[in-house]
């Protein structure tokens, strides 16, 4: 028994613990690559512009999803309002893009007048043409730094992180948890979307902020081009947050995610700040939702309110739901599944289908079919699509730790033993 | 000798049900004592109220050497402070390996940065091995804790406690639901704890009281009925009566 006694798992590089991050940027990169190939701008053209950019789109929705595993599927706290973060990165580089691109059509059209312009007649000539729209002439406050790239990218970690730092103190040191905090969360994310909804709220209300794809300065580039851009910087991005959190998650750092996870108490009780845990996994995952959001806005091209509404962020907890939660990758492969499935059915590609006297439009359905789907996983798959792995997994020799292979030697059945 | 922990005067009532009445207790550096008494006498409250997690509504709880008070803190900083605790239930983190749940106890710093950044050393699994072999774990440090038995996650949680360093270990009923070879292993891992660090152990069972061989406090309605070694305590007329009935 003693001479099968494998020894205890020592300190190993990050690939190693967490073999998936390998496997993962792997196909990551095969993936971006794919696609680059097929595109029009780079490639051969198989695919089109636009579904380059459902591809990007989707790969900062796996961004997200990360975000939401980390504080989810990890941390267990189930945050309902994950997608105002994602919202917020969006307008903070909305801003810029807005702000950028009105600038260049001022100028230009104040230099056809003859006089070289002041920058009063600029600023207003912008302001003007931004917030025309909602009956505005001057710029609100929150466009103090519209103008600099720099800092409204600062502004794309910033603005999530301190919302989800001041609302993550105020939630976890009085104890909120569960079905509570998620209600919270909720209520957070509707407040801002309803906030937006206002004419005076700065941000053009119910308009949103539009022609985002229109890279300032880039004018005579493609969106063919562009959209490639975007994919490699969304694919970069989903790789480095993925390596991050695996990061997070592999040590000790993850083993007391996990303990709060599974017993908040016991965890105080080991010393652990669990509120201080909390906070910062909360806030990472904001800075994440943010960043994800500064990448996908500019590719969907518009950005309102209504990308902030509750229901955005039950979609996300599904996605990951269905993935399956407490593995990075599950939260990759269900945001991706799903909302590309979304997407393909709701694009009215899916075929109607014709049950007696009724015919299931699935654009209408698949809010139906995905409820239903969501209830069937929570039930009968909580480890969602993931849960699949570990099938795959015991295909393999299972883990002995070590342990002898039956009562005693007589009862081996093959050469097991020797190997 | 200073005391090392003195709770004195406390009282704590939920609801108007008096849990604890006026209840004083120290216990010194090095030290093991039993806290006996039937089911309400306010043994679990009393580490309630010493770990933080309830607050008494008189009296003080003074810690250490300067004492200082322990009211009004956090749980967590409380137990940085050295008080570990096991609870009756054995509560270890089933889902990760033993090695995990014991790299987690181990006293280092507890802040989140700091623990992200941490990385164990080779005295770090060194410490682990050796607290895993007085806690007889050794073989099974890889498994998942969820897998053992449950003397198994009782020792784990003990081992958890050892690995914090404590200077005072509140134990919770760690004998219940173990065999007898398995209580005897127990009694002797306590009885080797108490050697350096304060250990008190709440328990039913007589018994196992009685192998610890130490001194025992009584408790019943939340108050110290007596104390003493076990033979004077047995033969108090009143602990008598409290467990065998009027």
């Known amino acids: 028994m003693a001479e099968l006694t494998a020894g205890p798992a020592r300190r190993r590089p990050l690939v190693v613990r967490y073999p998936s991050v390998l496997i993962f940027l792997t196909c990551l990169g095969l993936f971006t690559l794919g696609a680059t190939i097929l595109s029009e701008g780079f490639g051969i053209g198989v695919i089109s512009t636009s579904f380059v950019k459902t591809l990007g789109k989707t790969l900062c929705l796996c961004l997200v999803a990360l975000g939401m595993d980390l504080v989810w599927g990890y941390c267990g706290i189930l945050s309902l309002g994950h997608m105002a973060f994602f919202g917020l990165g969006g307008y903070a580089i909305g801003m810029w893009l807005m702000y950028e691109r009105t600038r260049l059509i001022v100028v230009d059209s104040l230099a056809a007048g003859g006089l070289p312009a002041t920058p009063e007649e600029i600023s207003s000539g912008i302001a003007a043409q931004i917030f025309g729209v909602v009956g505005a002439s001057e710029f609100p406050p929150v466009w103090a730094v519209a103008h600099s790239l720099p800092l409204q990218l600062a502004a794309v970690v910033l603005a999530p992180g301190l919302l989800a730092l001041v609302f993550g103190w105020l939630a976890f040191r009085s104890r909120v948890t569960g079905v509570y905090l998620s209600i919270l969360t909720q209520a957070m994310t509707l407040a801002l979307s309803l906030y937006l909804f206002q004419n005076d709220s700065g941000l053009r209300g119910n308009n949103g902020l539009s022609g985002l794809q229109n890279l300032p300065g880039l004018e005579n580039t493609s969106q063919a081009i562009v959209s490639i851009w975007f994919l490699w910087g969304s694919a970069l991005a989903l790789g480095l947050g993925y390596v991050l959190a695996a990061w997070m998650v592999s040590g000790k750092f993850g083993s007391v995610l996990r303990g709060i996870r599974d017993d908040e108490a016991r965890v105080r009780f080991l010393g652990y700040p669990v509120e201080a845990f909390k906070l910062f996994v909360f806030t990472v995952s904001a800075v994440l939702a943010g960043i994800a959001g500064a990448i996908y806005y500019p590719q969907a091209g518009i950005i309102n309110p209504a990308e902030l509404a509750p229901i955005a962020s039950i979609y996300l907890a599904v996605w990951v739901a269905i993935g399956g939660r407490g593995r990075l990758y599950g939260a990759v492969i269900g945001a991706a599944f799903v909302s590309l499935l979304s997407s393909w059915f709701t694009g009215g590609q899916a075929p109607d289908l014709n049950i007696l006297e009724y015919r299931i439009q699935w654009v209408d359905w698949w809010t139906v079919l995905l409820g239903l789907s969501f209830v069937a996983v929570t039930l009968f798959a909580p480890k969602g699509i993931g849960g699949l792995f570990d099938l795959l997994a015991a295909r393999r020799n299972p883990n002995r730790h070590g342990q002898d292979l039956g009562p005693d030697h007589g009862s081996l059945r093959e050469k097991e033993a020797d190997a | ?246």
């Open chain 2, 1 to 246: 000798m200073s005391q090392l922990l003195e709770v004195s005067g406390v009282s704590v009532s939920f609801d108007g049900f008096k849990a604890l009445n006026n209840l004083s207790f120290s216990i010194g550096k090095a030290e093991l004592r039993a806290v006996i008494g039937p089911n309400g006498a306010g043994k679990t409250t009393f580490m309630d109220v010493v770990t933080g997690k309830t607050r008494p509504d008189e009296g003080s709880v003074l810690w250490g050497e300067p004492p200082v008070s322990l009211l009004g803190k956090s749980e967590s900083k409380i137990a940085t402070a050295g008080v570990g605790r096991k609870f009756q239930r054995p509560t270890v983190f089933e889902d990760q390996s033993v090695q995990d749940n014991l790299i987690m106890a181990l006293k280092k710093a507890r802040s989140p940065l700091s623990v992200l950044l941490f990385k164990p050393e080779a005295s770090d699994f060194a410490r682990v091995d050796e607290l895993a072999d007085v806690i007889g774990l050794g073989p099974v440090l890889s498994m998942k804790s969820g897998e053992l038995s449950h003397g198994q996650k009782q020792w784990l949680e003990i081992g958890m406690l050892l690995a914090q360093e404590p200077k005072l270990l509140l134990v919770d009923e760690p004998a219940a639901g173990m065999t007898l070879a398995e209580r005897k292993k127990t009694t002797q891992i306590l009885r080797d704890a108490a050697k350096s660090r304060a250990v008190v152990v709440v328990e039913h069972d007589m018994d196992f009281v009685r192998r610890l061989d130490c001194r025992v406090t009584v408790l019943h309605e939340g108050s110290v009925l007596a104390e003493g070694y076990i033979d004077h305590v047995t033969q108090n007329q009143q602990v008598i009566e409290v467990y065998l009935g009027r």
